[in-house]
């Protein structure tokens, strides 16, 4: 099973701070999920990364995933409150259709 | 916008009771998932379904549990005799391909087992 590794587990900053979040691995993956999820709800997909060095842009959040494929970062400019939850990275294991997903970064940004 | 839709969103049980969870997955896709998140934990895959067959299960998803599409539009996960570590949330996902990672999750079925 590939695993990732998120950090900080735990983020809490100023509203209109920058901040990044990280997702790591030792395995290679296909493609990189970042998805989002509020307290009582399910994870909601913000974007895919699929090539090595990739980096797309959605409004204030840039995600960037590694020329090798084994992690993944996620930059917020400007933090709002509207940012507040929990961050997940997630990837598809090889050869399978299961999806694995990271410990997660709770983000809180206070106003 | 086509959404997941699970029910019910809280179920609470005694343990050895019988629950089924239910699902309407977003209505073109062809792959379902069900994934469970016990409080404070990682999201955790259970079971893949394709084709009317379960096409992945994992250590988690053992003979307690069993999925269905019964008709074209529902997806059930039964557990046949709930024990208490089977509190948790149980998320379903739906996807229009496989190994894309990009799934469609509900908002989740949160169930306590007394």
């Known amino acids: 099973t590939q695993l990732l590794e998120q950090s900080p587990q735990f983020l809490s900053i100023q509203e209109g701070e920058n901040l990044t979040v990280y997702c790591n691995s030792s395995?290679?993956?296909?493609?990189l999920q970042w998805y989002r999820q509020e307290p009582g709800e399910g994870p909601v997909l913000l974007v895919t990364?699929?090539?090595?060095?990739e980096v797309k842009k959605l409004k204030r959040l840039t995600f960037q995933f590694g020329d090798a494929r084994k992690d993944s970062s996620l930059h917020i400019t400007a933090a709002q409150p509207g940012d507040t939850g929990l961050y997940l990275c997630?990837?598809?294991?090889?050869?399978?259709?299961?999806?694995?997903f990271g410990t997660g970064t709770r983000l809180t940004i206070i106003p | 916008e086509p959404e997941v839709t699970q029910t019910p969103s809280h179920q609470v049980t005694q343990m050895g009771q019988e629950v089924i969870l239910r699902c309407v997955p977003i209505?073109?896709?062809?792959?379902f998932y069900w994934y469970r998140q016990i409080l404070g934990q990682k999201v955790e895959f259970l079971v893949s379904?394709?084709?009317?067959?379960?096409?992945?299960k994992s250590e988690i998803f053992d003979d307690q549990f069993s999925v269905e599409r019964p008709d074209g539009s529902n997806f059930t996960l039964k557990i046949r005799s709930t024990k208490l570590e089977d509190s948790a949330m149980y998320f379903c996902?739906?996807?229009?391909?496989?190994?894309?990672?990009?799934?469609?999750f509900g908002e989740g079925s949160r169930l306590t087992v007394l």
């Open positions: 209505s073109n896709h062809l792959y």
């Open positions: 395995s290679v993956f296909s493609s």
């Open positions: 990364v699929v090539t090595g060095g």
């Open positions: 996902a739906s996807s229009w391909g496989s190994n894309t990672g990009e799934l469609f």
């Open positions: 379904f394709y084709n009317n067959e379960i096409s992945e």
């Open positions: 997630a990837g598809p294991n090889f050869g399978n259709e299961k999806l694995t």
